[in-house]
């Protein structure tokens, strides 16, 4: 029992040091498997700086080597967009250019009237207005007398006397082989004996004149009592060589105006003469040969109306009145003396004028 009371074995200090020996061990672990963490992490990021360079190096020249492509791309475009600026640079510097001729008409136009205004008087300008809007609405008669007092206004170089004379001579017309009533206008009713062919004579017109103002379709057969109008004369031309004008007047009055040819070289003959033939469809007799009408070589065009001297002007041969089939010669001094017209000009005047026509050349 002593014994055993003895030896009493002191189990806490055993205890005591068994804890101590596992907490050490537990913290070494610990700190250990801290340690080979870090040593883990400071490896992974080691591993991770030393890894980085070597990843984009080699990239990295070949991105600046693409880049550098679309640099030079860029760089064309630059190149090539200021050509349409040049073109567009040069459309600029043309359009300047009507202006310039703009301004150079308007130079031009100031010497020819001398320095005159290019307008007609107010009062010209008005009575125009009314011919035209009277010779629209077939009031030939007021288009006439409207023109004809504005035609007597008219200075010879009013711009609006072209137009004035274009309104009368077609309002006149209208009138003589038309419809258009006018005082001037006669009415005879056929009796025994009449023909239309006396009637033209005794009232210095034609008998085209007459077929055409009263749609006959034969002026040889007319009945008794059928009643025809008639536009009396009588009719005298007047030509003007100056102006390539032929100015026909019906009773002392301005007609028409027509446009002709005359002869080269003052080939014309001037003085006073008169209508010695009307042919229809000429030939043309050059040197002995006779041109048929329609033949190419046929100057004649459509209507001849030959001239004869009277008074003091000498005798002529071979002048005379004519179409034309070169419309270009009207306006011009092209022919070997005669005067040329428009042939649907000379066949108008054909229609008027009979044979014995006074015609003044000046």
């Known amino acids: 029992m002593d014994g055993n009371h003895n030896y009493n074995p002191n189990p806490a200090p055993i205890n005591n040091r068994r804890g101590d020996i596992v907490r050490r061990l537990a913290a070494l672990v610990i700190v250990l498997a801290v340690v080979a963490a870090l040593v883990y992490i400071f490896v992974r990021l080691d591993n991770s700086g030393a890894g980085a360079p070597e990843t984009p ?16 791309i860029v760089e064309e475009a630059v190149v090539e967009e200021p050509a349409p600026e040049t073109a567009v640079e040069e459309t600029i510097v043309e359009e300047p250019a009507p202006e310039t001729a703009v301004e150079e008409t308007i130079v031009e136009e100031t010497p020819e009237k001398g320095g005159a205004a290019p307008e007609s008087s107010p009062e010209v300008r008005k009575l125009y207005l009314a011919a035209a809007d009277e010779l629209a609405s077939f009031r030939y008669l007021e288009a006439r007398n409207t023109a004809r007092k504005a035609l007597a206004l008219c200075g010879a170089d009013d711009p609006s006397q072209q137009s004035l004379t274009d309104i009368l001579g077609k309002a006149n017309i209208a009138m003589a082989l038309g419809k258009g009533r006018t005082p001037e206008k006669l009415v005879h009713t056929i009796v025994s004996g009449d023909s239309v062919g006396a009637l033209a004579r005794q009232n210095h017109t034609t008998i085209e004149a007459i077929t055409i103002l009263n749609d006959l379709k034969d002026p040889h057969r007319i009945m008794i009592g059928y009643k025809l109008s008639i536009y009396p004369g009588p009719w005298e031309i007047k030509v003007d060589l100056d102006h390539t004008r032929l100015n026909l007047y019906n009773r002392g009055e301005l007609f028409k105006v027509y446009s002709i040819g005359v002869g080269r070289e003052a080939r014309t ?14 030939s043309w007799t050059k040197g002995n040969r006779e041109i048929p009408f329609g033949d190419p070589e046929n100057v004649l065009g459509t209507r001849w109306m030959p001239l004869t001297a009277t008074g003091d002007t000498p005798a002529v041969e071979g002048i005379g009145l004519h179409g034309t089939w070169n419309d270009a010669s009207i306006s011009q001094a092209v022919s070997n003396g005669c005067i040329r017209m428009h042939n649907s000009d000379i066949e108008e005047l054909f229609n008027l004028v009979p044979v014995g026509t006074p015609a003044t050349i000046r």
Do not use: K, Q, W
């Open 57 to 72: 190096i080699a990239p990295v020249p070949e991105v600046v080597i693409e880049e550098t492509a679309p640099e030079t």
């Open 269 to 282: 003959p001037t003085g006073t003469f008169r209508i010695a033939d009307r042919v229809p469809n000429p």
